[in-house]
């Protein structure tokens, strides 16, 4: 990848199986199998100092107002991709993250009704930063997975669990070369290895580039690719 990083997300409704997939392809990844590639597992919030405290706060403590708990977001989102992700693409690591900005438009911006500024602020904080692969796991929203504990933003929004499935596939549809849409609700084997052949499509297709790397194609703005 010409000393250059690729940056993996994933994304997804409650209870998809994101944290098995993650592991299975960062393991997959550090394999020699796949070239014992240097990789950084992270997530949103909780991937830096800030985002542990601000997960606990937002995300288990008391209400938070809708249009502050997105700004909280953003701000966490900004720090996060300064101080943890960008370095370790410069570094030519491959970086596997559990959420991203599609969970804010998704949670904040549509279930909650908060509209695309979610989205507009979020890629201000992150300088338009996007990742090379973002992995939708979809799963009909089923009402078993739904009833396991759930932190205060999934209580708040599993009502409107099948309009947040959706928000996820018409993202995906957006832009199709950055996205891969797997059926998580096969045998946790099956889903893997259509992770792993979706990031191998990815890296083959962006052919050395990182979502930072000065010679990639930019975006417009507020993140139309």
Request: negative net charge; proline residues 5%.
């Amino acid at each position: 990848m010409a000393g250059g990083g690729f940056w993996i997300v994933f994304e997804g409704g409650d209870g998809v199986g994101k944290s098995t997939q993650i592991d299975l392809l960062a393991a997959w990844l550090s394999s020699a199998d796949a070239g014992a590639r240097t990789v950084l597992t992270t997530r949103e919030p909780g991937g830096t100092d800030l985002g542990v405290e601000l997960r606990q706060a937002v995300m288990h403590g008391d209400h938070v107002e809708p249009h502050a708990e997105a700004l909280l977001y953003a701000a966490d989102r900004g720090h996060h991709i300064a101080s943890v992700v960008r370095p370790a693409l410069e570094r030519g690591d491959v970086v596997v993250q559990d959420r991203y900005i599609d969970s804010s438009v998704i949670y904040q911006g549509l279930a909650r009704g908060l509209g695309d500024m979610v989205e507009r602020v979020s890629l201000w904080a992150t300088e338009g930063a996007l990742p090379d692969l973002t992995v939708v796991l979809d799963m009909e929203p089923h009402a078993d997975r739904l009833a396991r504990d759930l932190d205060r933003v999934e209580r708040e929004t599993v009502a409107h669990a099948n309009l947040i499935r959706q928000g996820f596939l018409d993202r995906a549809a957006l832009a199709p070369q950055r996205y891969a849409v797997i059926d998580a609700a096969r045998p946790i084997a099956d889903v893997a290895a259509d992770v792993r052949a979706s990031v191998l499509a990815a890296l083959e297709r962006v052919g050395g580039t990182t979502a930072f790397d000065p010679e990639s194609p930019g975006v417009e703005p507020w993140g139309t690719p």
